[in-house]
């Protein structure tokens, strides 16, 4: 499967944020594992964070600290190697001193540091790690995009980042994101981490509301695993300095704001499949003719999660009786299976709830031979529609999991 290729020539340089990523050792030796990313005074920032009841210590924090600063957030603080969760109230004191170290090297209240960790569940953070490394990367502050989407990876084979503009009012305003996750993806509000700068200046209940939007389209819509992780968080900043203001009264800057945000985090969130543990497919299930959305997802996840599903798909096994399977047991009251139509790209596998008449074994199988594979179920019964994307389910997956702490 075609992995995200991302160059630093393809980020753009969001003005009023600056970024670093260095070595402080977290869990491995030589490897970036320490973030940080600066706000211009001014800047405006929204989360969103996992709905896990068991959510990390970081989670916890970098919620009461948005919560406590209103949303005028000066630094983003990023560690791998360690989720610091299942820590207790020890996270929360490690998450915070953390913090304090960042407050003391550049004066400011730690309620203004938004802290992040991924990596390993239920190991006690080396603050003492991070502390040290916060000095060289408060020195290496600059534009390197790239090198702070490669700080965040864990599992990732590769970064995920990019960049879009839009003009409105006769300006350029500039949107560029990374994210990081390839497993332990079922992100019920985001991703494992994303972060998301625009130069436009946006006040914090409207931030909110575009960043929520945005999820709810594009983290919200993809799963490898059906795991939903301990520590996802997803934020975006706007630091005014482009002097272009978006705010709900103007419908039609708005409107375009909007649109880009939406099609760059989808775009994200789409990398993060292209790169999922183990994968050698990128699968789109499109669930359409639902009564209600909900419905629709229910139907999609249904086919996105079922292992069987997922090792036919790896396998490139035209074996349509385990979607339709998936597709029963999804828990649609009042499904009327009679109704039902399938097709594998453009293929009609199923109609009327049956084998369609003229399907034929080697069209299916050319269907699933391809890396990019359409899965579409029309359950005929209203006009909802949702989209899903996932991917297939390998022995690679399997390993990378059963090794994960070594």
Known sequence: MNKPQVQAKDLIDVAGVRVAAVASHVRYANRLDLVLMELAPGSTSAGVFTQN????????????HLKSSLGSVRYLLINTGNANAGTGKVGVEDA??????????????????????????????????IAAGIPSA???????????????????????????????????????????????????MATMLSFVFTDAKIDQATLQSLLQGAVDQSFNRITVDGDTSTNDCCVLSATGQSGIEI?????????????????????????IIRDAEGAKKFVTVDIKGGATSKECLLVAYAIS?????????????????????????????????????MYLGDVCIVTGGMLAPDYTEAQGQAQMNQEQIFITVDLNRGEARETVWTSDLSEEYVRINASYRS
């Open 247 to 271: 705010t709900k009264h103007n419908a039609s800057d708005f409107a375009v704001f909007e649109s880009a945000l939406r099609a760059l985090v989808q775009e994200l969130a789409k990398d």
């Open 96 to 129: 915070l001193a953390c913090c304090d170290a960042l407050a003391s090297a550049v004066g400011i209240k730690r309620h203004e540091i938004l802290p992040f960790s991924t990596g390993v569940i239920g190991e006690k953070l080396p603050v003492h790690k």
């Open 53 to 64: 009841a068991f959510c990390a210590a970081p989670v916890h924090v970098a919620r009461d």
């Open 138 to 188: 408060l020195e290496s502050l600059g534009n390197d995009w790239l090198n702070a989407a490669k700080g965040i990876m864990t599992t990732d084979t590769c970064p995920k980042a990019r960049s879009t503009t839009v003009q409105i009012a006769g300006k350029t305003v500039v949107i560029t994101g990374m994210s990081k996750g390839a497993g332990m993806i079922k992100p019920n």
């Open 305 to 341: 999660e079922s292992p069987l599903v997922k090792t036919a798909l790896s396998a490139s096994d035209p074996n349509w009786g385990r979607i339709l399977a998936a597709v029963g047991r999804a828990g649609i009251d009042g499904l009327d299976v009679d109704k039902i139509d």
